[in-house]
């Protein structure tokens, strides 16, 4: 998964067709018939196939005290990384990264492992047992890693977006009064 997420970065990072296709190329062409699949639909920025209804369903909390948790850092410390880059995959890196998360490289998550989770995340009932699992696959993640596993399972459950703008308008409002 780590792999991928570099991927992903670098391809996020250009504007050139040519390279974006020369990079993609290269990354499918080492993957197992298995990882294929995931990898296209994980580049999608969603956990699951477009045309499959299944949602991850951790919200912002469930996500934030996650992380959070993890860090061994306040809540609002979430929240603090999600203003400056108004990005949750961002903020999360940025959380983990300042609490010198750093794990094991030989633990580290594959593409099919992380399909796995999303789909116990998923089945889970209650967000208790959503967290949880959410938790272990952060914790086995290097900060850029858990920051696209954090990105899709938001974006299948809508969460993270617009946060930062509400509150700019809420701060806006108060002070011209």
Known sequence: MRRWSELAERVAATT?????????????R???????PIAAVFLTGR??????QRAAGLGWAAIGTTVTDLAGKPRSALAEAYDRS?????????VLSEAGHA???????SLTEVAAAYAAIETASGPAAKSAIMR???????????STSSRSSAASSGSG?????????????????
């Open 16 to 28: 050139r067709t040519s390279e974006k296709t020369a990079l993609l190329a290269d990354y499918f």
């Open 30 to 36: 080492d993957l197992r018939p298995d990882e294929l």
């Open 47 to 52: 956990p699951f196939p477009e045309a499959d």
């Open 86 to 94: 108004s990005d949750l995959g961002m903020a999360v890196a940025d």
């Open 103 to 109: 794990p094991d490289p030989a633990v580290s998550p």
């Open 136 to 146: 272990d696959l952060l914790a086995r993640s290097d900060p850029l890693t858990a």
């Open 161 to 177: 977006c617009g946060r930062a703008s509400s509150r700019r308008r809420s701060r806006r409002r108060s002070t011209a009064h």
